[in-house]
């Protein structure tokens, strides 16, 4: 089956300590994203991809980074310099940048810090 | 950066026809207006996408009026399980990219 995965689904840390986010798609789509989702809110971009090796900050990149070594494959890390982490992780990835294409998403990773 | 507006909250009953509108004053010439549907604990999903007047799928209708400053997501006959969040985005376009707004979105309510 075609599609996006992430892991682990519910994932808990020590405030502090850096963690990574896995997102792979087999969808062979060009761009790939990274959404922060809190309680009762919307989503809110922290990184998007639109090619291998290439990624753009969005609006609350602060605390987080990501690497697009393949186009597979685009991993968040999130860092102890992230202030709030707890929050829904959401991947997706597009055939190309840009709203006219459909955008699909991952089930998620649910991040608690403790 | 183009905003929108939306409800925060609608109910409905099952079997009505549910029409959340969508306010976007400041699209740009180039931008589409696209709706996902979300479920609790799971990613968004795409249901409609449009330029201008109405498109329909067997999903959904959208409806844009030729001023395009607002547009229309009408979902025919709802059910149970239509209840979810409901996002209206405006692309905007930079020079390397886009930056997608989801705002709080719809949350709608259907009873039995």
């Known amino acids: 089956d075609g599609g996006i995965t992430q892991s682990p689904k519910y994932l808990f840390r020590k405030e502090g300590q850096n963690v990574t986010l896995s997102c792979e798609q087999n969808l062979n789509h060009d761009a790939m994203y990274w959404y922060r989702q809190d309680p009762g809110q919307g989503l809110r971009l922290i990184y998007y991809s639109q090619i291998v090796n290439d990624f753009q900050k969005g609006d609350i990149a602060e605390g987080y980074s990501v690497s697009r070594e393949k186009k597979e494959s685009f991993p968040l890390t999130v860092t102890s310099a992230q202030k709030n982490p707890t929050a829904f992780y959401l991947c997706?990835?597009?055939?190309?940048?840009?709203?006219?294409?459909?955008?699909?998403f991952g089930p998620g990773t649910r991040l608690t810090v403790l | 950066l183009a905003k929108t507006t939306q409800p925060i909250s609608m109910d409905s009953y099952e079997g009505q026809e549910v029409n959340i509108t969508c306010s976007h004053n400041?699209?740009?010439?180039?931008?589409?207006i696209t709706w996902y549907q979300q479920f609790p604990s799971q990613g968004p999903r795409f249901i409609i996408q449009g330029y201008k007047t109405k498109v329909t799928n067997e999903v959904a209708s959208l409806f844009i009026p030729a001023d395009r400053k607002s547009s229309t997501l009408s979902l025919p006959r709802v059910s149970l399980s239509d209840t979810a969040v409901y996002y209206c985005l405006v692309g905007e376009r930079y020079n390397y990219g886009q930056n997608f707004v989801f705002g709080p979105g719809t949350r709608l309510s259907v009873l039995p």
């Open positions: 400041n699209i740009a010439t180039n931008d589409y």
């Open positions: 997706a990835s597009s055939p190309q940048t840009g709203i006219y294409n459909e955008q699909f």
